[in-house]
């Protein structure tokens, strides 16, 4: 099918390149013209493992291809995906001016029937507005349809999340673009749920919602694990056996952040006070997030007492593993807190350095990850890269003043870090 994508960040590149992957004809359109220009020349301006080389070959290949006019993507297909960003305004609900404007644009260039898809997280409603406003734009005057395709992949597993869905949901407000849509996604032999255009667009923010709850309750847990002596972790393989709990996202951590949870979860407590419900629950979610972070910096004080003046070693900059994202990232968060109170910092991301320099400054990006203790009072573990699993612990132990680890995502054995002579602290593994 001839399939056009307009956005081109981690989830319209990723969506493009896979569409590409399982044999459609894709035109990838942004309106950042350097980020075309660099598409073009086979670069890449994002860190998403495996996607480079599928970009590549999707092209080589002739099936791929990146442009920065929207009328031509318009024109040359019949199933057009909006991918552009929902950003959070100040008071946590949703901008929604690019939606708006490529709808615009979408509205202007169409000369025949077109399927329009929104893949951006949008608030329950926003279909019939796109609807609303290229019927209001569009001077052809040609039959089209909305359809909500909500997307689940998550960063650093994208193109694996993308290939192999749980499911694909599609909103439709008529039947005729349905066929369409499991052409669309046929390839990737995955259950199709079609549904009402409302629905689709909740249950992204519900899912979203629901799965940044679960990590809240397991921070809680972690809470209690610290209060009473038990191990968080034991307690969430106990509990994520019972396959109606399922043990995912039950990692305790020095809280999640990301460029979707802590977006999507002000938007729908916005989202549900408008519609006259008030997501006290939701409210909570985001409160034990933020005392996490709290509980984990008074963590490292406690410990070191006064900050000022004391060297600071932190692994992980990005707000998780396998990507170079930093956009509301706990550990960046972390960082600007050790620096606020005197602490200087030498830091260590397997992707996330560049990206980081634009936003944590006065720091020293150090490469090696074992030469990041050198000197330091203190070790922190602020992002779970596996590759931190693997750190010279003997080595970092030599190079410490004093051989103490923060670790905010419990990636080491707490007996055998004390064995190896580490004063340990991590999220909810007290000692009775
Ligand atoms: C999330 C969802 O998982 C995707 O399904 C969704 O498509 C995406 O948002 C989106 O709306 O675009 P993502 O933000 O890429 O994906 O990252 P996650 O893997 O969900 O991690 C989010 C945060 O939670 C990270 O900071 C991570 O470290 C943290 N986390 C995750 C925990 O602290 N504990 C866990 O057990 C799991």
């Known amino acids: ?124 409603n926003t279909g019939r507005k796109v609807a609303e406003t290229i019927q209001r734009y569009c001077k052809a005057k040609v039959d089209f349809d909305v359809v909500s395709n909500p997307e689940f992949l998550r960063e650093g597993f994208a193109v694996g999340d993308f290939m192999k869905p749980d499911r694909v949901v599609v909103g439709v407000a008529s039947p005729r673009p349905i066929q369409a849509m499991k052409d669309v996604f046929a390839p990737y032999n995955a259950p199709i749920i079609v549904t009402d255009i409302h629905s689709a667009e909740l249950i992204k923010h519900a899912a979203n919602s629901f799965l940044a ?40 951590s020095l809280g999640f952040g990301g460029s979707c949870f802590p977006k999507d979860l002000s938007a729908f407590i916005q989202i549900s006070e408008q519609l006259g419900y008030s997501f006290g629950l939701l409210k909570e979610v985001q409160q034990i997030n933020a005392r996490q972070m709290d509980r984990f910096f008074k963590k490292i004080s406690d410990t070191l007492w006064v900050l000022k003046g004391k060297t600071l070693g932190v692994l992980g900059l990005a707000f998780k593993q396998n990507t170079d994202d930093v956009r509301m990232s706990p550990a960046i968060d972390l960082c600007h807190r050790l620096q606020k109170e005197g602490a200087a910092l030498r830091v260590h991301d397997p992707q996330a350095m560049e990206k980081a320099r634009a936003v944590l400054k006065d720091v020293t990006y150090v490469a090696d990850m074992n030469a990041v203790a050198e000197g330091c009072d203190a070790l922190i573990i602020a992002t779970e890269w596996p590759e931190f699993k693997q750190l010279d612990l003997e080595k970092a132990r030599k190079n410490l003043t004093h051989p103490i680890l923060f670790d905010g995502r419990n990636l080491f054995d707490v007996n055998e870090m004390e064995r190896l002579g580490f004063l340990y602290k991590s999220i909810g593994r007290g000692k009775p």
């Open 213 to 252: 709850l679960k990590i809240s309750y397991i921070n809680a847990i972690s809470v209690l694990c610290e209060l009473s002596g038990a191990n968080v972790q034991e307690v969430a393989n106990g509990m994520g056996m019972d396959a109606r709990i399922g043990r995912k996202f039950l990692d305790a």
């Open 1 to 124: 099918m001839k399939l056009t994508i307009i956005g081109t960040g981690y989830v319209g590149l990723v969506t493009g390149t896979c569409f590409a992957e399982a044999g459609h004809e894709v035109i990838c359109v942004d309106n950042d013209a350097e980020k075309v220009k660099l598409l073009q020349a086979g670069g890449m301006p994002i860190y998403e493992p495996g996607l480079e080389e599928l970009v590549e070959k999707n092209v080589k290949a002739g099936r791929l291809h990146f442009s920065n006019s929207t009328r031509e993507g318009v024109e040359r297909s019949d199933v057009i995906f909006i991918a552009v960003p929902t950003p959070a305004q100040p008071d946590g609900s949703v901008d929604l001016s690019f939606i708006e404007g490529v709808s615009r644009e979408i509205a202007g260039a169409m000369t025949g029937y077109r399927i329009i898809v929104d893949k951006s997280t949008v608030p329950v």
